[in-house]
């Protein structure tokens, strides 16, 4: 859980809550399908006062050449269309479990074995599940 560790340290801002119709939630979830992204899942996390995010967008790749491939394009569509570079990102090196953090968004592309250990959604079953499959 060591990725995660920074998360806990800092605010989340409090200038702007974003929707899921946000142009920053609706290009990291379009650039994720571009590049072949599996089991795309959205959490509102707004409504869950410990949250150190608006939302936490999931997705799986299927490779380490994947993830990264994902990672590079999310950080690039976001940077080109919304001009929004990421806070930090992590796990380029091991490319299992890849977090880019936008502070009102949090994005996790994972490898599935890595997905299922963590848990994310069941950590926080509390937030609004949206699939963003297709």
Not at 76 to 101: M, N, P, R, S, T
Request: aromatic share 8%.
């Amino acid at each position: 859980m060591e990725q995660l560790s920074f998360l806990t340290s800092r605010k989340k801002s409090t200038a702007t809550r974003l929707t899921r119709n946000s142009k920053l939630f609706k290009s990291i979830i379009k650039a994720i399908q571009e590049k072949k992204g599996e089991n795309i899942v959205s959490l509102d996390l707004r409504k869950i006062h410990e949250a150190v995010a608006d939302f936490f967008i999931i997705c799986e790749g299927t490779n380490p050449q994947q993830i990264r491939a994902i990672g590079e394009f999310v950080q690039e569509q976001a940077k080109q269309l919304c001009d929004e570079a990421a806070y930090k990102h992590e796990g380029y090196q091991v490319l299992q479990w890849v977090l880019i953090d936008y502070v009102n968004i949090v994005v996790h592309i994972m490898l599935p074995e890595t997905r299922k250990f963590y848990g994310l959604e069941e950590m926080w079953s509390d937030a609004e599940r949206q699939e963003h499959n297709g």
